[in-house]
């Protein structure tokens, strides 16, 4: 298994990019209270440095959560320690029994799986389906097409008080593929250190997700926020109900 958000990038995600999940977090709950899943079990799917799993377990829910990266599951075992964290790719997990099922931040897009495709993601959506307890929910969402202007490249900068990452982002429009290259460099001691990492993600549209969340077996609702916060441009966020 190659390694993605290696330790400098799951660093600097931890501590510079923290927004997605925190400002999710407080919808997220509401709709887990509205959908009447006050306690038990939430597994998180691509659950990062365990910023969202935090939250959970403030609210009292059991929380396991699943990422292909050991140094994000590293930081998300200190911050969130009564939670299960397990190095995994979420397409590959064996997801248990739970009332809930959350994935934020894009992350069923990600490409880093070889044979990630969308009967791929059909199998995980009835996976999920089948270990859901009835009147559970799934809670996630996409980035579709439309992430950049297809000829183009949009290069970004940002810097914290030890780190400085750039990215690069194209789209391929008619592979529905966008490219994120990212070059960090953190601070030890009097030097900067260097790493690089190639992301891949398949963009897909709302449309066709709703589709297969149907076929599944799924009542979905779409929303372009959670809560109060405002998804980025071109994003969607679902909630799929399994019906009691």
């Given at each position: 298994m190659?390694?993605?958000?290696?330790e400098?990038?799951a660093?600097?995600?931890d501590?510079?990019?923290?927004?997605y999940?925190?400002?999710?977090?407080?919808?997220?709950?509401?709709?887990?209270?509205?959908?009447?899943?006050?306690?038990?079990?939430?597994?998180?799917l691509?659950?990062?440095?365990?910023?969202?799993?935090?939250?959970?377990t403030?609210?009292?829910?059991?929380?396991?959560?699943?990422?292909?990266?050991?140094?994000?599951?590293?930081?998300?075992?200190?911050?969130?320690?009564?939670?299960?964290?397990?190095?995994?790719?979420?397409?590959k997990?064996?997801?248990?029994?739970?009332n809930?099922?959350?994935?934020?931040?894009e992350?069923?897009?990600?490409?880093?799986?070889?044979?990630?495709?969308?009967?791929?993601?059909?199998?995980?959506?009835?996976?999920?389906?089948?270990?859901?307890a009835?009147?559970?929910?799934?809670?996630?969402?996409?980035?579709?097409?439309?992430?950049?202007?297809?000829?183009?490249?949009?290069?970004?900068?940002t810097?914290?008080?030890?780190?400085i990452?750039?990215?690069?982002?194209?789209?391929?429009?008619?592979?529905?593929?966008?490219?994120r290259?990212?070059?960090?460099?953190?601070?030890?001691?009097?030097?900067?250190?260097?790493?690089?990492?190639?992301?891949y993600?398949?963009?897909?549209?709302?449309?066709?997700?709703?589709?297969?969340?149907?076929?599944?077996?799924?009542?979905?609702?779409?929303?372009?926020?959670?809560?109060?916060?405002?998804?980025?441009?071109?994003?969607?966020?679902?909630?799929?109900?399994?019906?009691?």
């Open positions: 190659k390694e993605w958000y290696k400098d990038l660093y600097i995600h501590v510079g990019h923290s927004d999940a925190l400002k999710s977090a407080p919808g997220i709950l509401k709709i887990l209270a509205q959908n009447n899943i006050r306690d038990g079990l939430v597994v998180d691509g659950c990062g440095s365990g910023l969202s799993a935090l939250e959970l403030k609210a009292h829910y059991q929380v396991f959560g699943v990422d292909i990266s050991e140094s994000l599951i590293s930081i998300a075992r200190n911050r969130v320690p009564s939670a299960e964290f397990r190095v995994e790719s979420l397409f997990v064996d997801i248990p029994s739970c809930a099922v959350i994935s934020v931040g992350c069923l897009n990600y490409l880093f799986d070889d044979d990630n495709n969308y009967q791929i993601l059909t199998q995980l959506l009835e996976r999920i389906y089948n270990a859901l009835p009147g559970g929910v799934f809670v996630f969402d996409i980035a579709e097409p439309g992430q950049v202007i297809e000829g183009n490249r949009v290069k970004s900068f810097e914290g008080k030890d780190w990452v750039l990215v690069e982002k194209e789209e391929d429009q008619e592979k529905l593929v966008l490219s290259r990212i070059v960090t460099l953190r601070r030890v001691g009097e030097y900067y250190r260097r790493d690089d990492e190639l992301h993600l398949g963009l897909y549209k709302a449309a066709d997700i709703t589709e297969k969340l149907s076929q599944v077996g799924f009542t979905v609702e779409s929303m372009e926020s959670y809560g109060d916060y405002k998804l980025p441009q071109a994003h969607v966020a679902f909630v799929a109900h399994k019906s009691m």
